[in-house]
């Protein structure tokens, strides 16, 4: 699910609010910052058990529609589509994707069912529901296809449940969107006999992912003086209460990088760094950063102190 790139953005933000030096303790930090990326799982079941809510909620109205005193024949014979969608079906009762919403414990939507009923009520008022609901009948492609479209276009862009995780946990803003684009995936290339854990993918891809976090983290924290020293070398036209601080960090960990790493190429390095900058930092720091480090590039190679193997060469 985590690319590296929302992994260097978390290791800037845990930077950013540590208020230590070389020489303190940094273990709280960098268990704030494996917390951080936890907490990226936390939301991905939040949003994926947001669909299972609906259709519990959908069946609930189904099944009080029914028992009405005076039931029309429309809640005495209900288009049942949309609360039997195989889709939403394998999410409900996918044991594996149960237990581990169940061990994160995911339960906002039982506390705070209000969302859910906000996203209902979207879903029953949009064109994609009135298509959809025109028959009775289905397959497992239309189904996916609407609950694709329901998640694209209903849940994703919805302002009121982006107010509602903005107030839950402030850096689930940065999260939302790899989380949304992983769900999409996985919804689209879901099919009818898809392993139980296919709705459970590893937050991280393998363990040096988790280990780059930490080892990111730890060495530009530990080095901060000589990054510091070696940047500011080749930014002498600048004073360094001009250059801000998000520039600063970046800067410091696209050189550890480049020092500490060497599988790591270095125009993957720059260029992480550069997009990183474009989105959190001033118009133009990309420009800036760019500058500095494509200066000390030129003199690590001049001295042969840039440690590159393999494909980091590139």
């Known amino acids: ?16 609010a540590f208020k230590g030096g070389e020489s303190d303790d940094f273990k ?21 058990s947001l669909l299972i809510e609906v259709q519990k909620r959908v069946e609930n109205h189904i ?10 024949s429309e809640d005495k014979d209900p288009n049942k589509k949309l609360v039997n969608n195989e889709v939403l079906q394998l999410l409900r009762y996918n044991r594996t994707l149960g237990d581990t919403i169940r061990t994160y414990g995911v339960d906002n939507w039982e506390l705070d069912n209000e969302y859910v009923d906000v996203i209902y009520k979207a879903i029953l008022a949009s064109d994609i529901y009135t298509e959809y609901m025109q028959t009775r009948t289905s397959d497992f492609k239309t189904d996916k296809n609407f609950i694709v479209d329901v998640f694209k276009e209903i849940i994703a862009p919805n302002e009121k449940l982006y107010d509602y995780l903005e107030d839950k946990n402030l850096t689930w803003l940065d999260d939302l969107p790899t989380v949304n684009t992983t769900i999409l995936k996985l919804l689209r290339k879901s099919k009818p006999d898809v392993e139980d854990a296919y709705f459970v993918p590893k937050l991280y891809k393998d363990l040096d992912d988790k280990e780059f976090a930490v080892s990111l983290f730890k060495k530009t924290i530990l080095n901060q003086t000589k990054l510091n020293a070696d940047i500011d070398r080749k930014a002498q036209n600048w004073e360094a209460d001009r250059i801000a ?21 270095v125009k993957v390095t720059i260029n992480e760094y550069l997009e990183i900058a474009k989105e959190y ?15 000390l590039v030129k003199e690590y190679q001049e001295k042969g102190t840039l440690n590159k193997v393999g494909r980091g060469l590139m």
């Not at 590296?4 to 845990?14: A, D, E, L």
């Not at 118009?283 to 200066?295: A, E, Q, R, T, V």
Request: proline share 4%; with cysteine; hydrophobic share 40%.
């Open 281 to 295: 930092s001033t118009p133009k720091s990309s420009i800036f950063i760019n500058g500095i480090l494509d200066k």
């Open 63 to 72: 099944d009080k529609s029914q028992l009405k005193h005076l039931a029309t």
């Open 245 to 265: 601080q998000i520039d600063y960090i970046l800067m410091q960990m696209a050189v550890c990088e480049l020092q500490n790493f060497p599988s790591i190429p």
């Open 1 to 16: 699910m985590l690319n590296r790139r929302h992994i260097r953005v978390k290791v800037m933000q845990t930077i950013y």
């Open 28 to 48: 709280n930090d960098q268990k704030f910052l494996l917390n951080s990326l936890d907490d990226m799982y936390h939301l991905y079941l939040l949003q994926l």
